[in-house]
């Protein structure tokens, strides 16, 4: 594929001879926005903050992220610093903690759009901070910069973090859970607010989430991690409509759904391994729906491989899915 | 993954330091010829030696014999300090916690005012009101580390009753004192611990302190502080052995008791969280 | 704001009534009596019975305790009976130089710690954290007279590089005009350089001792809160914004860390003023400590409970500042009452 922005090879990440990503794969065109999804601790963050070569310390990374056509610097802290926040925007799950409590806001967005452009004067970088928060809708923004983070409702300050966030103009924003400590209302909105200026500025955008309803608002493509593997990785439109993996059909399900009767919720069985620790045989194996106990999932690791309609999959028993599903 | 075994391994060069001291003043006193209180007029000031590997003092006396006397009292004190301090400290922080209004006011006020003074000072006003003496100096450090225990003592209370088991006790039937003894001492025994490690160490500093200026054992004991003392009219003409190994003794002793409080702590996720200054 | 202000006064005001109680339960409450103590042994009843009567104790506990505590607010601190002199002149001629000595060894002990906090903090080389961690576990694990001690015996007897125990000057240096009672500063109005030299070279060892423990109590609080700071969200945040490590350190790291720290500094005051009392008699620092084991030798306790009852009170005092200006300066403090 020509003009990728983002190309992950091979990418294994762990800690302390834990194994949290295992052989990462994946690609992303200018202007995409990926949906990546898995329960707590599948590696979704872990694979967001190694793009950003931020993992701590004891973090082993192996394998290349190549971005706007050069690979990404990782081992080297100084250099990436130059692509965070100018070429790599990041938000926060969490916006509460992600501001200083004793900075003004509008000194947060000083360092932001100072460290993406040392040699701004101190007022065209108020100017532009104001410009910033306006473009997330904060009205007064000019006056509000002087106020500080406890001032905002969480929804505000979330739209602050994604405006510090487009301090340096990122060609990719990676967003990690952004919407997962707001209420739904809020939730809407900020996704909204996300989608206007993702378009607007032609920002990739790699959404990290556990909520499906999210990707597919917001998503073209959905990629999927289970335990440190990617499992699958399909246009959001065909894995809402057949999902190929049975553990994307899993997660699809455990959806809580408007236009059902409130029954109970559907769960997928069992608990997430821990990391690292499955066998030879598929990760997935042990909670399947498809594969408990079948031979092959047990033994062999499954391959993500391209499937007729485009789509990657690992899964040995994908092609066979749709008839069993259908059976259902 | 660490094993268990690993992760309390880091216990050991603490532990292996008070094994070294316990060992040395309790057996040192029976294996070493020489008395704590024995003056040999005719080896004045004498250099450590073969015969005195401490040296002697002004007055003849054997200087190793009488560091490990001072070390097994200076041990005895921690114990007793700690000991004091931990069993009316806990107790005044359950009530507090437990009974809560006046008697959580009161008390905690009351830890307030004796926590204000500096707590050697606060020594010293004991010793002083009391008469002096061993006995007296050891009350009041006592009395000094009080408000910490108490205060700990409460918090963790407080923690511990807000736990959902709790209200299950309760609902069977549960009596306070019950819930006391089964729940909050097993909860709150690790964080005791180690401020309980802590306060050992800070006795026997304390003490010593008070026996450098006056108010702790009297003349002629062997003790850490009062032998610092004894030792400083000769430090600087040369005769330094009598003030030196006394100090190191005492560094040795705080250091095992504040290593073992870091350590324990450390063990126990997040630092201490009031471990004495 | 205000409201927090007055809510923290009158929690230090209890803690002081209380802490003069017990002061004064352990004055007068004891087995000793003070009149006894006074004249000694050998005195006569009726000595004793005279002197009980002019110093009030003949009268009910609750009266002397009003008694006492009116005296001590007005500074009547009564007469040292070794010395002769009101408690107050004693100690108020005293003090300058404890003064000199504590603000010094508390910019060491304050500048250091946050220095090596931070270098500690930082620093991702083993051997640099190890070295800080030893340093900051042998300051408050050594005794600080016998460590005072140890400098004199390197620093003056065998490197002959600093003075010996004699004081706040050399032997024939006469002390500067006085203007605020702390040498150095009054040398350096006057113009006298050699003064302000010898007064610094005096000063430096001491400072130093007294400074210790403070220095690894402060520096091991710095240290954790650094270090809990550095984990959270907003470091990583501040990072993904193209910040370097050492920008995010030095913008949000370490101001949000000294907060906490400087809280703590209340703590060192008193750590410092029961300090002094050990190491001025080291090296014959003729401050207020001095006195205070001057007292305890000669069995003279006035001077020594005042001692102890003001440190109490400063301690106090100093914690309620420190309170009412984290308040001032903490914006979820003092906008928080504002608006309620």
Redesign the interface.
Known sequence: MTGSLLEIERLSVSFGGLRVLDDIDLKLAPGDRLGLVGESGSGKSTLGLAILGLLVDTASVSGTIRFAGAALPIGDDRAMSAIRGGRIGFVYQDPMGGFSPIHTVGRHMHHAIAAAEPDISRRAARERAAALLAEVEIRDSAARLDDYPHQFSGGMLQRIMIASALAGNPQLLIADEPTTALDATTQANVLRLLDRIASARGMAVILITHDLGVVGRFCGDLAVLYCGNLVSLTTVARAMANPVHPYTRGLLDARPRLDEKPARLRTIGGVLPRAGAAGGGCAFEPRCALGRGVAICRNERPLLLANRSGDRVACHLAGAESEVAASC | MMTARNRYGILAPPLAMFALLVLLTLIGPMAWPHNAYDMDFAAVLAPPSWDHPMGTDANGRDVLARFLDGGRLSLLVGVVVMVGGLVPGALLGILAARLGGVVDAFVM??S???A???????A???A????GGLATAVLGVILSTLPFFARLMRSETRRILAMPFIEAARAMGASPALIVMRHVLPHSASTMLVQSAAVF?YGI?TL??LG????GAPIPTAEW?VM?TDG?PY??T?Q?WI??F??LG??LA??AA??LA?RLSGLLRG?GEEVR? | MIRTVLARLGLSLTAALGAALFAFLTLRVGPGDPARLVLGAFASDEAVAALRAEMGLDKPYVVQFVHYIADFVTGDWGKSYAMGEPVRSLLADRFPATIELGLCAFVIAVAMALLCGMVGSYARRDWITRLLRTLASFSIGVPQFWFGLILLMVGFECLGLFPGPVGRLGFGVPPPPSVTGLYTVDALLAGDLATFADACRHLLLPAVTLGLLPFGFLLRLFWANLDDVANEPFVLVGRSRGMTRWQVFRRYVVPNAIVPTLTASGLVLGQMLAGSVLVERVFNWPGAGALVTQGILQQDYSVVQTFILLSAVVYIVANLCVDVLVAAIDPRIARKDTAG
């Open positions: 006020r009351m307030d005012s004796i204000a003074f500096p707590p050697i000072l606060l010293m006003a004991v002083i009101g009391l008469g160490g500093a010593a302190g450098f200026v006056g108010l502080g610092i400083m430090a600087l040369g330094w003030a030196v006394p100090g005492i560094l705080v250091s504040n290593m870091d630092d200054p």
